[in-house]
């Protein structure tokens, strides 16, 4: 019997399907792409665009000297690029592209690197944002051996142009939002993480930043272990990898280092899981308003049955006036970024 391929993608929101870890998919997913279609209320494995996280009062304030309103999909604010953003479009692909290397990736030479792109055409006007852009997606997998394990390795390379003639500028923001559950049970309990970070931005009920400082948050101390419990901590937050450069960060990023921001394990199973970015920020999420009925046979999914690492730029960015470079697109530029996810156990 073939082995199945430790990573699985879908057409359906360029959709991360599966992460296998010896015989654990340690992402929550669905069998079957229709099944995402009707029932993927929490974004599993989707990339998120053309505006990852939340926008306030669902508004482009100013961009092309004027204002954009958007759909309000998250209370008054816009979420995730809105009710049919990226995530829920059917990309073009996957199509095999040869094969490729991760840049920056420390240890081990990478073995592999087979390597698939999707693409996508968001036209002018798309869930109310200005301007066609293209977008692609690069998925290259491989495996590094290290001390006798085999670490799969996943590296994600986004790209996105603003190809039309309609606007001058536009604002982009990607994301990967899957789900990972370590513990091949019904939640992530027991689970072990740390976060590269303790600055955060702090929001208002909505989940909108209520300035343009970070602050500490409480109960987390940069690359210090805690442990997921079955109700804490109950964390949705988008965490700072270096609050000084928040006015500097390039609308490309993939040339900056790959930084660890997250890693996690699990004492029951021994995997292991480790989140690098070029990225300034991510949001972390513990999976409280998850919630999936039984679906042709697949189980329920509930509350912390996974959580997320969605690195990208900032909250709300292209309404923060000391935020905004990071997410608007001009003509003759590109916006770029990568994610890199490292998964293994000690068996």
């Known amino acids: 019997m073939a082995q199945q391929a430790p990573f699985q993608f879908l057409p359906l ?24 279609v009707s029932h993927n209320a929490p974004f599993f494995g989707e990339t998120i665009g053309r505006v990852a996280n939340r926008l306030s009062n669902a508004k482009i304030n100013s961009l092309n000297g004027r204002s954009y309103q958007l759909a309000a999909n998250n209370g ?3 979420l995730h690029g809105g009710p049919v953003g990226w995530g829920k479009k059917v990309w073009e692909g996957p199509t095999p592209i ?9 240890g081990a030479r990478l073995e592999g690197g087979e390597s ?12 109310g944002y200005p301007g066609t852009v293209d977008v692609s997606v690069v998925y290259t997998a491989g495996t590094q051996r290290e001390g006798g394990k085999e670490v799969r390795v996943l590296g994600i390379e986004y790209e996105v142009k603003l190809v039309g003639d309609e606007v001058e500028e536009t604002v982009v923001n990607v994301t990967n939002h899957s789900y990972f559950n370590l513990t091949g049970k019904d939640t992530i309990e027991g689970t072990e993480v740390t976060l590269c970070s303790s600055h955060y931005l702090p929001v208002d009920e909505g989940g909108i930043p209520t300035s343009s400082c970070t602050g500490t948050y409480s109960g987390v101390t ?16 988008c965490f700072v990898v270096d609050p000084s450069k928040a006015s500097s960060i390039p609308i490309d990023t ?13 004492p029951d199973t021994k995997i292991h899981l480790e989140v690098l970015t070029t990225e300034p920020a991510f949001q972390f999420y513990t999976g409280k308003y998850i919630e999936v009925p039984e679906v042709e046979g697949v189980k329920a999914r509930g509350p912390r049955s996974g959580f997320c690492v969605e690195p990208s730029r900032y909250v709300n960015a292209v309404n923060v006036p000391e935020w905004r470079g990071q997410v608007v697109l001009k003509r003759g530029e590109v916006y770029g970024s990568r994610i890199v996810y490292r998964g293994w156990n000690d068996e």
């Open 13 to 36: 929101g360029a959709i991360i399907q599966s992460f296998l870890v010896g015989k654990t998919n340690i992402v929550q997913s669905f069998p079957k792409q229709s099944i995402y």
């Open 76 to 78: 008054v604010n816009a």
């Open 98 to 106: 040869g094969i490729r290397t991760v840049e920056g990736l420390q």
């Open 116 to 127: 698939v792109e999707f693409k996508l055409r968001s036209e002018d006007g798309d869930e």
């Open 222 to 237: 940069a690359n210090q272990i805690f442990t997921l419990g079955p109700v804490e901590p109950d964390i949705d937050d």
């Open 254 to 266: 993939r040339q900056e280092p790959l930084h660890k921001v997250v890693t996690a394990y699990h």
